[in-house]
């Protein structure tokens, strides 16, 4: 019951009650996973990076939420200016499941946050052919990469992508503008 009072705090505020509610929680079952989750997640939401890892660092390999704590690690590390230790937390989460390419988007975005574009595009072109049926939504993947593309100098490379984003959202404006303004800038479709 407390746990489940926190869930839906959780949803609505990340306070202190929150973490009261939860903590209880996991003081009457201290092998609840779910409740080490609310409990990071709240400590996430107010920047405590490191305490909420701390947190994650208790769900064992074992649980269904350990993926998701690890994904959730990878990202608090960079927030602590510790990239190096997410970048290769993120790939080895990609090669644990070969089959999901969230890890190696994560890490393409990360990569990309500290101008190491050039991993970043190959980390996205990895993630890409783990796709089994490209979608709509995949179109941030495309331009992400397009970015990264653009940013080490290959410009066909990145125009192709740019335009392959277009065609599953052709009114997205991020896409649009980047696109735009490339080719202002070098003179094409004026």
């Known amino acids: 019951a407390l746990y489940n009072i926190?869930?839906?705090?959780?949803?609505?505020?990340?306070?202190?009650?929150?973490l009261v509610l939860a903590r209880l929680a996991l003081y009457l079952r201290p092998d609840m996973d779910g409740a080490k989750v609310?409990?990071?997640?709240?400590?996430?939401?107010?920047q405590r990076y490191a305490d909420a890892?701390?947190?994650?660092?208790n769900i064992p390999q074992s649980s269904p939420l350990s993926w998701s704590a690890r994904m959730h690690t990878a990202d608090n590390l960079d927030r602590l200016d510790q990239t190096d230790d997410a970048v290769k937390l993120l790939?080895?989460?990609?090669?644990?499941?070969?089959q999901r390419?969230?890890?190696l988007i994560e890490l393409g975005g990360i990569l990309r946050r500290?101008?190491?574009?050039?991993?970043?595009?190959?980390?996205?072109?990895?993630?890409?052919?783990?796709?089994?049926?490209i979608e709509p939504h995949h179109w941030v993947v495309y331009y992400a990469r397009g970015v990264s593309y653009e940013q080490?100098?290959?410009?066909?490379?990145?125009?192709?992508?740019?335009?392959?984003?277009?065609?599953?959202?052709?009114?997205?404006?991020?896409?649009?503008?980047?696109?735009?303004y490339l080719w202002i800038d070098k003179g094409h479709n004026l």
């Open 114 to 133: 500290h101008e190491r574009f050039k991993e970043a595009a190959e980390a996205y072109t990895d993630a890409l052919k783990r796709i089994d049926k």
């Open 101 to 103: 390419e969230t890890p």
């Open 91 to 98: 790939r080895t989460l990609a090669r644990e499941r070969p």
């Open 152 to 180: 080490t100098d290959r410009w066909p490379q990145a125009e192709a992508d740019f335009l392959k984003a277009l065609e599953f959202d052709s009114e997205q404006p991020t896409t649009l503008n980047y696109l735009g």
């Open 38 to 46: 609310v409990i990071a997640a709240t400590l996430e939401a107010n």
């Open 53 to 57: 890892n701390a947190i994650y660092a």
């Open 6 to 18: 926190a869930s839906v705090l959780q949803k609505q505020a990340g306070d202190s009650r929150v």
